[in-house]
């Protein structure tokens, strides 16, 4: 059972990987890198590391996600430059 | 063409890495001689219920004041790179500010002394449940970053979180150089009584140091976040 869930929740760190690297928005994409995080903060609690997960969900999912977020908006205001062509 | 090429070589190459790590790894059903000492006489020499936050502060402190002099030297450098010219927020100066919804703002005003309390508790339980400076720290600048998020106008008294940082910062070291001299070595925290196992006030200067790390790590975190802010 816990194997499962464990696999499980290893499958959603992939997918949502990937997903940050293909989605061409980049809200989207920030979001989804930031459920990276989320789901290796789970499989820590799963394995039995709370001082890790505790640290990752913190820092990975929260500071990390909305520095992106400030990031974004300073440079395009979240529109991908390959759309616009621009730069 | 040749770029393509260099990509294709440099995947390929990584994949043998990865694939002979994987290949090699075996699950081990017994631990390094070194971790069944942290293991086993890690409670017992530092009377720290949460073994994790002893090794992480006295067996391996050395490395978690690396890891905090990281930190600092980032926020330096941000304050250096993204310095504020103007005076004030400058957030509305792209585009106009909507004011946030009824609901961010009563969510905002509930949850924040709550996350604020449970991070200053994972900062002083660390040595008896999972948890400790770090994390702690780290949980309270997602307050901070909670509070700058739904309300953008709020000011952070960064001078202030400057010399509590390097304040909380020199602390630390003396609290190293002072294990030099009263206990085993640097950073060593039996030269407090060690008390008894569990117990609030025990496990020698480990909530000390835990403290003043939590105090450091989320001023450092909460001064790195305002900076990105703009």
Do not use: W
């Not at chain 2, 402190?61 to 927020?89: C, K, N, Q, S």
């Not at chain 2, 449940?129 to 600048?141: M, W």
């Not at chain 2, 001078?159 to 602390?171: K, N, P, R, Y």
């Amino acid at each position: 059972m816990l194997d499962l869930l464990i696999l499980l929740i290893c499958t959603g760190i992939l997918a949502s990987g990937v997903l940050a690297v293909c989605l061409k928005d980049l809200m989207a994409a920030m979001i989804s890198a930031g459920l990276t995080s989320l789901f290796a903060a789970v499989s820590y609690v799963l394995l039995a590391a709370p001082d890790v997960a505790m640290a990752e969900a913190a820092i990975g999912s929260g500071l990390a996600t909305f520095i992106f977020l400030y990031a974004i908006r300073r440079t395009s205001g979240g529109v991908s430059t390959m759309e616009t062509g621009e730069e | 063409m040749i770029r393509r090429g260099f990509i294709i070589l440099a995947l390929v190459l990584f994949g043998l890495v990865f694939a002979r790590l994987i290949g090699a790894y075996q699950e081990q059903s017994v631990l390094r001689p070194l971790a069944e000492h942290y293991v086993t006489q890690g409670p017992r020499e530092l009377g720290a219920a949460n073994v994790i936050t002893g090794i992480l502060i006295t067996y391996r402190g050395f490395d978690t004041l690396g890891e905090v002099a990281v930190l600092f030297m980032v926020a330096a450098g941000l304050g250096l790179l993204l310095r504020r010219d103007g005076d004030g927020p400058s957030v509305s100066a792209n585009t106009p500010l909507r004011p946030a919804s009824e609901l961010v703002v009563t969510g905002t005003e509930v949850l924040l002394p709550l996350i604020f309390v449970f991070g200053a508790y994972v900062i002083m339980h660390g040595h008896l449940s999972a948890g400790g400076g770090f994390q702690g720290g780290a949980i309270v600048a997602s307050a901070v970053l909670l509070l700058l998020v739904t309300q953008p106008l709020t000011r952070l008294r960064l001078d202030l979180l400057s010399i509590t940082e390097s304040f909380a910062g020199v602390l630390f070291v003396c609290i190293g150089l002072l294990g030099l001299i009263l206990a085993g070595g640097f950073l060593d925290s039996r030269f407090l009584p060690q008390g008894q196992l569990g117990a609030f006030f025990s496990a020698g200067a480990i909530p000390i140091i835990s403290i003043l790390l939590g105090i450091k790590v989320g001023a450092e975190l909460s001064v790195i976040i305002d900076r990105f802010r703009r």
